[in-house]
């Protein structure tokens, strides 16, 4: 019966010692692709996690992240043996002496951030080069050569959370963003792109577009003429050879205004398809906040910016809290029907945005469930429905939230409002797209 255990555990701790092996000796190809830097306690043998190789992150036992910026490394990137190192999730080449065109770090799907700032990558970035990337959240390729269009693939990652192409040469058009809420930070500053910043950039300021003297609209201040949509002109350009390439004519106009109109169109179509089966999916997925009949007043959605906030004052601030407090408190035994704000950086915002809100469940903990809601300003908010806390009463449960809601760290997620009732507490703060801590850290 020993003879049978040991089999088992002979074979999975050979199999955990070669897998441990593989990473080192991939880590030992990919260092003889590079020239120069300070790898000397690269060993093979001496144990990349155990001995804390430079630049190496470690989850256990498996190379998680390689972090090699300002190591003055130059050469070529190894794609072949980086696809070996399976746990790898994050890759920093910022501040080094890499040339020519991008590396094939499109072969390695599972990454989540990719850190390529400060380098002399040039040339451009095929269209679909990130097609197949999913799962990134952080593309940083500023200050490079990169020329040529931004990829459309780029544009279209679902967990985008970080994108900075600044101090590039890219040229034509910025494609629309396809899920702008999940993007935080956001810089395509000093290139050469041209034409009307999409809609869907509004949240972000002006300094992340300047220095391209080709671009305009309502971000930027500046009124886009007619032939400021360089893609209208392409367009045409490419179904008719013959037309002129400046666009002039009336049938140049006329097909620019037909193809926006079809545009315009398109966009609007889409948008319903969204909203109708978001609205479905709220009424099963939500319902649990909608317990309750919403008879009192709610304060509507208010999401300033930075400045405004700050520049609030501080009667406006008291009233705005008071008023929420008393919508809280109103209604006798019935409970509860609204939220008390207890941070409002990310403006103000009743229960019934957050009924309206698209929705989808994220999971249940040891204190209760967890709720996405993305409200029709683009805030995203997680909401908590806490049940292990009855026991706490109002005043002291207020004083906490409060108290919580004055926190400031980077690393820690404020409270933003709360609901409570007698059988079950509702906390609402930020929503941190989906990944665990490690990652977002790093």
Known sequence: ?????????????????????????????????????????WVLGSGACEKRWVGVMCSGDNVTGLHLADMQLTGEVDIQALLQIRGLKA????????????PDL????????????????????????????????????????FSGRIPDSLCRLPNLMELHLELNQF????????YPAMVRDLNFSKNNLEGEIPEVYMQFNATSFEGNPGLCGSILGKECENGDNKSGQKQESASSPSEGIDGSGSGSNSKVL??????????????IIVVLARKRRREDEFSILSKEPFKEEVLPVKVPEAESTTRRKPSESSRRSRSSKKGSSHGGNSGVTDLVMVNEEKGQ?????????????????????????????????????????????????????????????????????YHFRREEKLIVSEYMPKGSLLYVLH
């Open 171 to 178: 040229s034509g058009q910025i494609p629309p963003l396809k």
């Open 258 to 271: 037909a193809i926006s109109i079809g545009s315009v169109v398109a966009v609007v179509f889409l948008v």
């Open 349 to 417: 915002f009743g229960m019934q945005d957050l009924m309206k809100a698209a929705a989808e469940v994220l999971g249940n903990g040891g204190l209760g469930s967890a709720y996405k809601a993305v409200m029709s300003n683009g805030l995203a908010v997680v909401v908590k429905r806490m049940k292990e806390m009855n026991r706490l009463g109002k005043e002291e449960f207020d004083v906490e939230m409060r108290r919580l809601g004055k926190l400031r760290h980077p690393n820690i997620l404020t409270p933003l409002a």
């Open 91 to 102: 890759i920093s080449l910022i501040n080094n002496s890499f040339t020519g065109d991008i």
């Open 106 to 145: 499109h072969k390695l799907t599972n990454l989540r951030a990719i850190y390529l700032s400060k380098n002399k990558f040039s040339g451009s970035i095929p269209d679909n080069y990130f097609e197949k990337m999913g799962l990134l959240k952080k593309v940083w390729l500023d200050d490079n050569q």
């Open 1 to 41: 019966m020993a003879a049978v255990r040991f089999i088992p555990l002979f074979f999975i701790l050979f199999s955990t010692l070669c897998f441990s092996q593989s990473d080192e000796e991939a880590l030992i190809k990919l260092k003889k692709s590079f020239t120069g830097g300070n790898l000397d306690n």
